[in-house]
C-alpha cells in the first residue's frame, strides 16, 4: 500500500473537468496535491493515509473561485442600500471610504470576508481594493488562495496620491508576493471612467514583461457607456481596444452593456469577463448576455463583487442566480445548466485568473482546493442528480468541509485557522464606531 498524506472518501466526487458525477469515489492527496481519484473500494486497498476524511452523504467539489470582491468592505455591508450605483458609490462609498479605510479597517474588514467566503466553501478569490498589502496577510493567516489586485485609480485616497503610486505601491507588493504558493497578483485598474490613459499604458507596458491578469469593472451599467461616448466618442470597450488591453490577460468584471459586434471581439481577443448577477440585479446596473458570451467561445467567470452591494460572498447563490437570470434573459430554459454555472463558479474562474493549472478542477496534479456540501439535508432530498441539486438546492449552510493545498480551513462547519469570535468581536466594534459618526 502507498502512504499519503488525506484520503477523503466521498458519496459523490463532481471533478468539473471532465464533466460528470463520480459515485463512491475517494481523493488521494498527498504534498498538498491530488494523487488520483478512484473507485473507494480501489483506494482501500490502494493506500494507508495519514488522515482520512468520510463524507458518506457528501458531493466532494472543487473550491469555489470568487473571481471579483472588495474584500474590505464586508465591514461596509448594508451601509447603503436600495441605490443606483454612481449615488451609491459617489454620495455615500467614497465618502464611507475616505473617512474609514485604513490597514486595521483592510485587515478586520478582510477577515470578515475571508471567513465568510471559508464557510461557504470558496478557495480562492480575487479581490481589488486599497492596502492590498493588509489583505494580504489575512490571506496567509487564513491559508485560502487568493489573486490579489494592484489597485490603481486616477484619484488621491488614504492609500495613494496619484497614479504613479497606486502603481509603484502594487509592484513593490508583486514582488514580494513572487515566492508565494497562495498568492498571486493582478494589475487593478478600477474602471475606464476612473483611470486615464496614462496609467493604462503603463499598466500594458508593464505587463508585456509581468504577463499578469488585468482586473478591471468594465461596461458596468449604460450610463457607464453612455458618459464615455459623450466624452471621447468611443464606447469603453472601443477604447480599451485602441490601447492594446484587449488580451487574453483582461478580466472584465459585470459587461452587462454588450452589443453582438463586441461579443465577437472579446471572444477573439480572449478576454475573461466575471458576472456578478446579484450585485448588478441589485444595482440594476443590466444583465451579462451569458448565453451569448458561452456561445461565442468566451471564458465566463463568477463573482459576488463586494458585501456592500450584494451583500454577502456566498458563491452558491451566485451560481443559482446566474443559471436563473441567463434563462429568463435569453428566454431559453435550456441556457446555462448546472454542469454550466459549476464550471463557471470554479475552473472558469481558475482560468479567468490565470489559475487553471493549479485549481478549479479536481484533478490530478492541482492542488486539493475542496469544498465538501452535504446533500443529506431535507431541502436537498431526493438527490437524483447532485450537481443539479447543488446548484439548485444547497444553502452554504451545508458546506461541512473545506480545503486548501490539502490543509483543512473548515471541519464541520468550524473554523480551524481563524479565530470566528475574534472577527466578530472586531467588526461589531466598526459597526458601532460607523454608526455613531452616521449619527444611526
Not at 476524511?53 to 458531493?59: I, K, N, R, S, Y
Amino acid at each position: 500500500m502507498t502512504e499519503v498524506e488525506l484520503l477523503i472518501n466521498a458519496r459523490w466526487v463532481i471533478p468539473v473537468d471532465p464533466d460528470g458525477c463520480l459515485d463512491h469515489h475517494s481523493v488521494a492527496i498527498d504534498q498538498g496535491r491530488i494523487l488520483e481519484i478512484l473507485p473507494a473500494s480501489a483506494a482501500a486497498v490502494r493506500y494507508r493515509a495519514r488522515r482520512t476524511g468520510e463524507l458518506a452523504t457528501h458531493a466532494l467539489i472543487p473550491g469555489l473561485v470568487n473571481a471579483h470582491t472588495h474584500a474590505a468592505m464586508a465591514l461596509f455591508r448594508g451601509l447603503a442600500d436600495d441605490l443606483p450605483l454612481m449615488d451609491w458609490l459617489q454620495n455615500h462609498i467614497w465618502p464611507a471610504e475616505g473617512r474609514w479605510v485604513s490597514p486595521e479597517f483592510v485587515r478586520d474588514g478582510a477577515q470578515l470576508a475571508v471567513a465568510e467566503m471559508i464557510k461557504g466553501g470558496t478557495t480562492c478569490f480575487s479581490d481589488m481594493y486599497f492596502f492590498p498589502e493588509d489583505c494580504a496577510q489575512v490571506v496567509r493567516k487564513a491559508g485560502i488562495r487568493a489573486c490579489m489586485g494592484l489597485i490603481v485609480i486616477d484619484f488621491p485616497t488614504v492609500y495613494a496620491d496619484s497614479s504613479n503610486a497606486y502603481l509603484d505601491k502594487g509592484l513593490r507588493l508583486h514582488d514580494e508576493l513572487r515566492s508565494s504558493e497562495l498568492i498571486t497578483t493582478a494589475f487593478a485598474p478600477h474602471a475606464p471612467y476612473s483611470v486615464s490613459d496614462e496609467p493604462l499604458t503603463r499598466i500594458r507596458t508593464l505587463n508585456n514583461e509581468l504577463d499578469l491578469p488585468v482586473h478591471m469593472h468594465v461596461h458596468e451599467t449604460a450610463h457607464e457607456v453612455q458618459e464615455a461616448l459623450a466624452k471621447t466618442g468611443r464606447r469603453p470597450i472601443e477604447r480599451l481596444h485602441d490601447l492594446d488591453l484587449l488580451t487574453p490577460n483582461l478580466v472584465a468584471v459585470h459587461m452587462t452593456q454588450l452589443l453582438p459586434e463586441e461579443i465577437a471581439l472579446l471572444a477573439q481577443a480572449g478576454v475573461s469577463i466575471v458576472h456578478c448577477p446579484e450585485s448588478n440585479l441589485k444595482l440594476a446596473s443590466g444583465f451579462c448576455p451569458v448565453f451569448e458570451l458561452l456561445r461565442a467561445g468566451v471564458n465566463v467567470a463568477l463573482g459576488t463583487d463586494g458585501a456592500a452591494s450584494n451583500n454577502d460572498l456566498d458563491m452558491l447563490d451566485e451560481m443559482r442566480v446566474a443559471a436563473l437570470l441567463a434563462k429568463a434573459v435569453s428566454g431559453d430554459a435550456t441556457a446555462l445548466p448546472a454542469r454550466q454555472a459549476l464550471r463557471m463558479a470554479t475552473l472558469h474562474g481558475a482560468r479567468a485568473l490565470g489559475l487553471d493549472q493549479v485549481t478549479g478542477s479536481i484533478s490530478t496534479g492541482k492542488y486539493a482546493d475542496l469544498a465538501a456540501i452535504d446533500l443529506a439535508r431535507i431541502s436537498s432530498q431526493p438527490v437524483y442528480d447532485p450537481l443539479s441539486q447543488i446548484v439548485y438546492t444547497a444553502g452554504r449552510d451545508q458546506v461541512t468541509d473545506v480545503w486548501v493545498a490539502g490543509r483543512q480551513l473548515l471541519e464541520g462547519g468550524r473554523l480551524t485557522t481563524l479565530d470566528e469570535a475574534e472577527i466578530l468581536h472586531r467588526a461589531n466594534r466598526w459597526s458601532d464606531r460607523i454608526r455613531h459618526q452616521r449619527g444611526l
